[in-house]
């Protein structure tokens, strides 16, 4: 889904994002740039990002934010989607989201809020999925 069908999200998660845009590329390979509207604690934000990495083999990629609200608070951020099979016969995937930043000044909160919500996307896309 955070792969091919991106756009796609805002139907399936509609308490989360209200729009995603490719601005350049085609949104999937390194270098493409998207615009994300999303609600993170009641309000609406926007944000630009950048596919820094998309490595097909380890399923994994990797999105640098770089222009919105977020960039007030922090100097870098970073987010990335790891999918892994689950070992032996158990059908499935395990989902890792790992969130790099730097802090803006030190006043500046850890993004808990960013944790809590990609712990409910992937919660709601799991259960979107099984269906």
């Known amino acids: 889904m955070y792969k091919h069908e991106v756009t796609e999200l805002p139907k399936i998660l509609p308490f989360v994002y209200g729009d995603i845009q490719v601005i350049e590329g085609d949104g999937v390979s390194v270098g493409s740039v998207k615009q994300w509207n999303y609600v993170l604690e009641g309000k609406p934000h926007c944000v630009k990002e950048k596919v820094t990495e998309m490595d097909d083999e380890k399923r994994r990629i990797t999105h640098d934010l770089f222009e919105g609200e977020v ?22 995937n ?9 802090k803006l000044n030190e006043d500046s909160p850890t993004p808990l809020s960013y944790l809590d919500v990609l712990d409910k996307i992937t919660r709601d896309l799991n259960a979107h999925l099984c269906q």
């Open 94 to 102: 395990l989902v890792k989201w790992s969130v790099e930043y730097e």
């Open 71 to 92: 960039m007030n608070v922090y100097k870098k951020f970073a987010v990335t989607l790891h999918v892994k099979p689950k070992k032996g016969d158990i059908e499935g």
